[in-house]
Structures are given as structure tokens and as C-alpha cells.
């Protein structure tokens, strides 16, 4: 994953932490949702990757839930990069 992709989903990510309950999800923000899906895979962070994969669930309700942690996993991430 590239810097700048990591800089969109740490933007998406505080806008959805501001809004939490109340933000509307928007078609156009598919692809920011799935590559959160792919990092969280990438880093084996099961608890959330299990509540990306509920049935019936929709994945901004997981990231709603889990905005913290994955706010967390995307800057750590921007910092690996930015130390190699």
C-alpha cells in the first residue's frame, strides 16, 4: 500500500471518527473501505477482520466500530514506511 493510499484512508478514517454514528456512507468510498479490509488482512488483525465477514453486516458498521484501532494501524503503518 502506497503512502498516499495510507494518507486517504488516515483522512477518511478521522472524518469517520468525527462523525462516528451519524456519517453517511457513500457509494463512492467503496474502494477506501476495502483497501482498509485488504491492511487489516495484511496486518492479521483477526477481531476485525472476522467483523468485516459478517453476514449481513455492512463493512462501514465495522469501520464505525473499530475507528480507533484502525486509525492506529494506518499511522503505524505510515510510520513503518516512513522508517524504511
Not at 478521522?14 to 456519517?23: I, K, V
Not at 477506501?32 to 479490509?37: D, F, N, Q, S, T
Not at 488482512?41 to 465477514?53: A, H, N, Q, Y
Not at 475507528?67 to 513503518?80: D, F, I, S
Request: zero cysteines.
Amino acid at each position: 500500500m502506497t503512502q498516499e493510499e495510507l494518507l486517504r484512508l488516515a483522512a477518511f478514517l478521522e472524518q469517520t471518527a468525527e462523525t462516528n454514528e451519524d456519517t453517511e456512507f457513500d457509494s463512492s468510498q467503496d474502494y477506501l473501505v476495502e483497501e482498509l479490509i485488504r491492511l487489516v488482512k495484511e496486518k492479521g488483525k483477526t477481531s476485525i477482520v472476522e467483523d468485516f465477514e459478517t453476514p449481513y453486516v455492512h463493512p462501514m458498521i465495522t469501520v464505525q466500530k473499530w475507528v480507533e484501532e484502525l486509525k492506529l494501524l494506518v499511522a503505524q503503518t505510515l510510520g513503518e514506511q516512513t522508517a524504511s
